[in-house]
Structure formats: structure tokens, C-alpha cells
């Protein structure tokens, strides 16, 4: 663990949800803040994304609030990324603009709801790039039950919306989170400003070093995904030099995203 | 020392994986601290002849491997003709010291009557029996593969019809198999035993998974070279359990089923 212990740890996806009573969990968050001080992590990026296909604006802003709650319990420790759905055109666009310009998340989530190259999903894109905030995205190239998320962005997904969208900033979601990842990578590996984070459960011996291969240490960000034992233990794995773990588990890239905080009414 | 499971050696047919040479494969193993590793030759579990892949393993490996560290496991079709005289042959010249088998790949019941002679034959030799559930995530698999995962109604049967095999669980949710069989595993003469492959060390899973199986129930299984070694290393480290239990998990247990030194002389 010498390599978490000694260097700054950004972990770029994680989550914190809902209770029961419909604001934030906090055991669950207490959870995950004890595995990631456990596992030396410096800072956790969270978001809190509804994972059902019409997930209404009202869900999605109080999802974003227990975030922000989240962070503000943890100032410095948690930082939010906002969900929207997309398919709300307008209420999402005013929802990324309160997530990053008043409770100053780190960039914004997406989920399954869209394609990220659909059109539906250009003007949260478009509004993004604006703001100088990433866009992560839940990722995949399932190749058992496609059917399963159906609008799951793989690759190919990532490459057309890069294309078109060349000054915003896109993150493809767990390379180890199921799916044939190497398919994925070979897909965004052409286009510079899509990024990857290694979280997952899946541990594929190999996947590290090929992501290093084709994208370079330098568009990867570390992450775990609830995944903590698979996420420290592939970089712990990987056959690749320290200085490329190094970027991976604090991309210099990224820094910038951190130091946006909340806008206070004084 | 560490004993690992739940290795391979050889081609796997739907990704290139590095470290699939018995010396490639030491070496990862000495690099994450592991002194011995049950392995057998992937390539048995796709040919249609599975003994073929056995005696390739046998020609990799001699009759002795040189430092001890790579025991040898063999895979057995119970479906296919001459199982009887490979699986003893396996044994007694090759010298085998676990049976992996597949029942999904080779396409039979485990309690088919083959499959129960031939559980009852390794119980005869002292040689346990390994059921892997899976070799790769579901989510990512070749379509020439297959498309489902050993699921513990699959297990359940044969544990009611053998009583006296020796069973190792490996790579599947031990958890859910531990709890599914319990009224199946309970007084049986053989042990039913579990790794913790897909199971996480910091939810409590891995004391209620002792708690089903008993403190030697549980044994350390990585899929070296298909899956990274490190992520078990994790768990092994900060699993909430005695240091006790995690020495009986890091080796005693698996030394005990199948013969071997837990620990360096």
C-alpha cells in the first residue's frame, strides 16, 4: 500500500445515495468515508445518479443536494459531481449551471438515459464545455445481455461525441465495470479529450497496462466505484512504471476540477 | 506462506493474457508473494478432449517442479469416454493433487451418474474437487463462449447425492452459495469450501462467510493470470476477521485439503 500511502489519492468515482427517508444516507456515506481514509485516499469525487430511464428534474436536484451535503460535511474530502437526465433539456441545463457555479461540483454525471453522442444530450454537453466542467459518464460495451441498458454509451458513443464536441472534457466510466473494455479503449484512444477512470470491480489482468497503451497514464484517472479491493488492487498490480501510477491515482489534468467550492450568499 | 487456489497456465482462447507460461506465471506469483499455486491448464477446459490439456500441463510442469511452487491440477470430463482411467492416470503419474471441474463448458450435471462416480472415485484418491463458477465476467464474454454462471441450484443436488468429496467454491458469490447450501453442505462427511474472489473484505462478508463454512471452510483463490492477484491481496489485508482465521485462510486450510507444507521449512 506504500504507493496509496505516500501519494495523493483522487478517487473520480464514487457515489453517496439516498436513505430511506429520502435525503442522504448517512450511514452509507460514513461507510465510505472509513474504506477511503482506510485505503489512504486523499479526496472522493461523488455524484448520486438515478438509475431508472425517465428520472425526473426534482430527483435529480435532490440527488445532487445530498451531495452537496455530503461535501459539506466533508469540506475538502468529498467533492460533487451533479447528474442530470438530459432528456429534461431545459431544467438540465439549469441544473448543471447550479451544480457547478453554486454548489461548485467538479463536473457533471451522466447515466444510461441517453447516448452520450444522442442530441438530446448536446446542449448539457455544450453547457459543460462553457463551464469548463467533465462530463462522466456511465460506461460499457457489454457484449452478454446489451439489452439489459440499452442506451448503455460505449466507445464508439465516447469517439462521436469527442468528435463533435472537441473543446469539451468526457470521462468513460469504469473501464473494470463489465463489458469488453478493450473494445471501449480502442474506440477513445483517437480522441484526446476522452478520459477514462479505472473503477470497477472487474479486474482483469492486463487492463491497466493496455489502458496505459492506448491511452496514455495521462488520460486516466483513478477511481473504485464501491469496487475499493479491485480499484487499489489493480494499480497495485499493473505492470507499468510508478510515475504512470502516480498520474493515474492524482491526474495533474484534473486538479483544476477540484478547486471550484460552493458560492456562499454573503 | 500464501497458497493460491485457484490458478492457470496455458492459452485462454478469448483474450491475451500475459504470464500464461508456467515461468511467466512464478513469476507473478513471487512478485505478489504467493509460495505455491494450484494450476491447471486452461486449454483443458476448451479442448474436447480435456485430458489432452492434462498431459500438456504434465509435459510443462515434469514430474516435479523444481521449487515447489506450481501444484498441479487436472481437469476432468466426466462426459467424455476413458474419464475414469485419465482421472486416475491424472493422479497417480502426473500427480495431481485437486480435480477442476466444468460442468457448463463440458456440458453435464454435476449429479449426473458419471459426475457422482467420479466425485466418489476423487474421494477415494484423497483428491478434492474444485468447481469454479466462472472464468471471466459474464458482462464481457466472447460469443463463442458461454452464457451463464455455475449458480448454487447447479451445486445443491450433487451436494445431496455426495456425501464424502471434499468441495472447493471458487470464484462465484461465495456468500450466496454459502447461505444456499447450507442445508446441503450439513453433515456431510467432505468439506464444502469457499474462496473470496467476489466477495468484498469491508462489508462483513467475510465473517459470515467463515461463520457458514467454518474457520476452514475458506481458502484464498486468485485466477492468476486471467485476473490481477493484488485485488485479493487487498481484501486478504484488511478483511475483519483474527489474525487466526488469516492464517488458516492465507494457507493452513488449503495445506490441510490438499496435502501440502503450509509453511516454508
Known amino acids: 500500500m506504500r504507493l496509496f500511502r505516500e501519494n495523493r489519492v483522487v478517487n473520480w468515482h464514487e457515489h453517496v445515495w439516498l436513505g430511506p427517508d429520502g435525503g442522504l444516507d448517512r450511514d452509507r456515506l460514513r461507510e465510505l468515508v472509513a474504506i477511503a481514509k482506510a485505503t489512504h485516499m486523499d479526496a472522493l469525487v461523488c455524484s448520486n445518479p438515478v438509475m431508472v430511464p425517465d428520472s425526473p428534474p426534482e430527483l435529480a436536484r435532490r440527488c445532487n443536494d445530498a451531495v452537496a451535503e455530503a461535501a459539506a460535511l466533508h469540506p475538502g474530502f468529498i467533492m460533487g459531481m451533479g447528474f442530470v437526465n438530459p432528456g429534461f433539456h431545459d431544467e438540465a441545463i439549469a441544473e448543471v449551471d447550479r451544480c457547478i457555479l453554486e454548489l461548485g461540483f467538479a463536473g457533471v454525471k451522466l447515466y444510461n438515459q441517453y447516448f452520450i453522442s444522442d442530441p438530446a444530450v448536446r446542449g448539457v454537453i455544450r453547457r459543460c464545455a462553457q463551464l469548463g466542467a467533465p462530463i462522466l459518464e456511465h460506461a460499457g460495451k457489454l457484449t452478454h445481455m446489451p439489452q439489459s441498458q440499452p442506451f448503455l454509451s460505449d466507445g464508439a458513443h465516447f469517439a462521436k461525441a469527442a468528435s463533435e464536441n472537441p473543446d469539451a472534457t468526457f470521462i468513460y466510466a469504469h473501464i473494470g465495470g463489465g463489458g469488453d473494455w478493450e473494445w471501449s479503449l480502442k474506440a477513445i484512444a483517437p480522441h484526446g479529450n476522452v478520459f477514462a477512470d479505472t473503477s470497477g470491480g472487474g479486474c482483469d489482468e492486463g487492463m491497466i497496462e493496455r489502458a496505459v497503451e492506448l491511452l496514455g497514464a495521462g488520460r486516466l484517472l483513478f477511481g473504485t466505484d464501491m469496487s475499493f479491493e479491485a480499484g487499489v488492487g489493480k494499480l497495485l498490480a499493473a505492470d507499468i512504471s510508478w510515475e504512470d501510477k502516480k498520474t493515474i491515482l492524482c491526474n495533474p489534468r484534473f486538479e483544476k476540477y477540484l478547486e471550484r467550492g460552493p458560492r456562499h450568499a454573503d | ?265
Open chain 2, 1 to 265: 506462506m500464501l497458497i493460491d487456489t485457484h490458478a492457470y497456465v496455458g492459452h485462454y482462447p478469448f483474450r491475451a493474457v500475459g504470464g500464461a507460461t508456467p515461468a511467466q506465471l512464478r513469476e507473478k506469483l513471487a512478485r505478489a508473494g504467493v509460495g505455491k499455486a494450484v494450476v491447471a491448464n486452461i486449454g483443458a477446459v476448451f479442448y474436447r478432449n480435456a485430458m489432452a490439456g492434462n498431459e500438456e500441463l504434465h509435459s510443462w510442469l515434469g514430474d516435479g517442479d523444481p521449487d515447489g511452487m506450481l501444484v498441479k491440477a487436472c481437469v476432468i470430463n466426466p462426459a467424455y469416454p476413458g474419464w475414469r482411467e485419465d482421472f486416475v492416470r491424472c493422479v497417480e503419474a502426473f500427480g495431481c493433487r485437486l480435480l477442476r471441474l466444468f460442468p457448463i463448458y463440458h456440458g453435464y450435471r454435476l449429479d449426473s451418474p458419471e459426475c457422482l462416480e467420479l466425485a466418489a472415485l476423487a474421494e477415494k484418491l484423497s483428491v478434492p474437487l474444485q468447481l469454479p463458477c466462472a472464468l471471466e465476467n459474464i458482462r464481457q464474454r466472447h460469443r463463442l463462449d458461454v452464457d451463464e454462471n455455475l449458480a448454487p441450484a447447479d451445486v445443491e443436488p450433487f451436494l445431496r447425492k455426495n456425501s464424502g468429496a471434499d468441495v472447493i467454491i471458487s470464484n462465484g458469490p461465495s456468500l450466496s452459495f454459502a447461505r444456499e447450501l447450507a442445508g446441503a453442505a450439513k453433515g456431510r462427511r467432505g468439506k464444502v469450501c469457499y474462496d473470496f474472489a467476489r466477495l468484498s473484505a469491508f462489508r462483513g462478508e467475510l465473517p459470515e462467510l467463515i461463520e457458514l463454512a467454518g474457520a476452514g471452510g475458506v481458502l484464498f483463490g486468485s485466477m492468476a493470470p486471467l485476473q490481477y492477484i493484488h485485488p485479493q491481496l487487498v481484501k486478504l489485508a484488511y478483511m475483519d476477521v483474527g489474525e487466526d482465521a488469516k492464517a488458516r485462510i492465507r494457507s493452513e486450510n488449503a495445506a490441510a485439503l490438499l496435502g501440502l507444507a503450509a509453511r516454508e521449512e
